[in-house]
């Protein structure tokens, strides 16, 4: 599945820019720290971008092909399930991946889900963080 490797090169060179022509225009991401997906190319490859500045000795280990339903319309689709390993501000991540492929092979829907608890709300702080830096989310208002 060729989207799929050239995700995990972009993710293993931390290159944002090699994201560019993977994702359906209306792609979502499925956040462990987010009830709600972050929807369209622009609002997912900022997050991504986010994402790998933050993960630390970022790897991935293994790789699942399969099929498996969307969140978003329970449409069965053509899955990669990649599993990583990671550290956020000294909390070990173990995750995955999971890409769902439209019937072009583009990336139209990933589920990232993490563990444990404590590793997702270190993500969940540090993710925020950069998302405010960046300018794509506004500041928390303060105490």
């Given amino acids: 599945m060729a989207a799929a490797n050239r995700f995990r090169a972009a993710v ?3 290159d944002p820019a090699a994201l560019d022509g993977l994702f359906t225009e209306d792609v979502r991401l499925y956040s462990p720290v987010k009830f709600e997906p972050f929807v369209g190319r622009p609002a997912v490859l900022g997050l991504l971008g986010v994402l790998m500045r933050t993960f630390e000795d970022f790897r991935y280990v293994g790789e699942l092909d399969g099929t498996a339903e969307t969140a978003s319309d329970g449409t069965g689709t053509a899955t990669v399930a990649l599993v990583f390993r990671a550290t956020v501000n000294g ?10 492929l439209d ?6 829907e990933i589920t990232v889900m993490v563990r444990p608890q404590s590793a997702v ?6 993710v925020l963080a950069g998302l405010v830096a960046d300018g794509l989310l506004p500041a928390p208002p303060g105490p």
């Avoid at 909390?91 to 769902?100: A, F, T, V």
């Avoid at 709300?121 to 540090?126: D, I, S, W, Y």
């Fill in 103 to 108: 019937h072009e092979e583009r990336i139209k």
């Fill in 12 to 14: 293993d060179s931390r």
């Fill in 91 to 100: 909390r070990q991540i173990h995750g995955i991946d999971l890409l769902h």
């Fill in 121 to 126: 709300h270190a993500l969940g702080e540090a």
